[in-house]
């Protein structure tokens, strides 16, 4: 087994998640790691007690000894410069989504990736919830018969909804739905998204971060299948970062039906009323034992890196879901279809988030 060091960029909810996942791998022989926020450097610097802990990741890069990157860095605005820096030095990278905030930024990373022959992956963390995985399993082995359509409705916390938004101007199409949509193309390959129709709906968000509460996108696939998914940001707190998910699945000789709500776990107190502990999207540390997908996904590119694996999701098609819900916010602010892929005059119409 060959051991690699790995450099987190970026300490934060997901990068502490990153880094505690590094730290009790017998894969990872030394840890450094990147934050700009002094009290959180030093937070996590003594959880993990790694060889380096800077504030500035441009120091890490000059170290030769680092084979592989986790890119945690918010706002994701820095995404594609962090990420390109890294993929030109020959590095490994794991980049939470989104991939960048332009396709043809996305391209470059992509090219860079194969020029350089590097492992190239991105965030969508909900392939490795077991539940998805289930649906995955149904469609290979055609339990359902032949896919016909799928929905999926997935709401997360006012509180989240209101960070999130607050740091940058993407839609829930781009920040909530995505995981969804990379899941779904996921199932249905070699499918391909040829056409998309979504319409937003404001409320309480509108005065708080200028956004929409919640976005619902269908999409139809060049094999018939239609998607639909709906996704929002201003459900009451039933957990600090509370994200609950239903999905249905139909097909000529059956349904699935996933409840990823997180009603299994109730807690209810004197001091806090109910809540729903372990129901973030993430997952979270639970005594001995990380409930959620994030330590997994992490764990599967350390694999990929140290045993020469090929990674789960790679950024094509990560790129064919930025298309997608770019096309969405397209559909959204022309009250019409968009047809894909994207040409020119619709590429131009594409607002770039501040």
């Not at 962090?82 to 905030?101: M, N, Q, R, W």
């Not at 082995?141 to 709401?155: F, I, K, W």
């Not at 829930?172 to 937003?200: G, N």
């Not at 540390?285 to 997994?296: D, L, R, T």
Request: proline share 6%.
């Amino acid at each position: 087994m060959k051991q690699i060091n790995v450099g987190i960029i970026g300490t934060g909810w997901c990068g502490g998640i990153r880094a505690n996942t590094c730290v009790a791998s017998p894969l990872v022989k030394d840890l450094h790691i990147a934050e700009n926020k002094p009290e959180r450097l030093a937070e996590v610097k003594e959880l993990t007690n790694p060889v380096s802990a800077v504030a500035d990741y441009t120091k890490l890069l000059q170290n030769d000894d680092i084979d592989a990157f986790f890119i945690s860095v918010t706002p994701e605005d820095m995404h594609h410069p962090i990420a390109k820096t890294c993929l030109e030095a020959g590095k490994h990278v794991f980049l939470e989504k989104p991939l960048s905030l332009t396709l043809a930024e996305a391209d470059e990373l992509v090219e860079l990736a194969e020029k350089n022959d590097v492992k190239f992956t991105i965030g969508y963390s909900q392939r490795f919830n077991p539940k998805f995985a289930y649906v995955k399993k149904c469609m290979n082995e055609g339990t359902l018969g032949s896919p016909v359509s799928a929905v999926v409705s997935r709401h997360i916390t006012r509180s989240l909804g209101t960070k999130i938004g607050g740091r940058i101007k993407l839609s829930p199409a781009a920040m909530e739905a995505t995981h969804d949509l990379d899941f779904l193309l996921w199932c249905f390959e070699p499918a391909k998204a040829i056409r998309v129709y979504s319409q937003s709906a404001y409320g309480v968000m509108k005065d708080v971060t200028g956004l929409e509460d919640a976005q619902w996108t269908m999409v139809t696939l060049d094999s018939g299948v239609v998607i639909t998914i709906g996704a929002g940001w201003t459900m009451p707190p039933g957990h600090p970062n509370f994200s609950g998910t239903w999905i249905e699945v139909t097909g000529t000789e059956g349904m699935l039906i996933i409840d990823d709500t997180h009603r299994d776990v109730i807690l209810n107190t004197m001091e806090n009323g109910i809540r729903l502990p372990m129901s973030t999207m993430p997952g979270e540390q639970v005594e001995h034992v990380f409930a959620g997908p994030m330590h997994n996904e992490g764990i599967h590119f350390l694999e990929a890196v140290a045993l020469d694996r090929p990674v789960m999701v790679s950024p094509e098609q990560a790129r064919q879901v930025m298309e997608v819900y770019m096309a969405a916010d397209l559909s959204v602010e022309r009250n019409e279809p968009v047809s894909l892929p994207l040409n020119s005059n619709d590429m131009s119409s594409i607002r770039i988030p501040s």
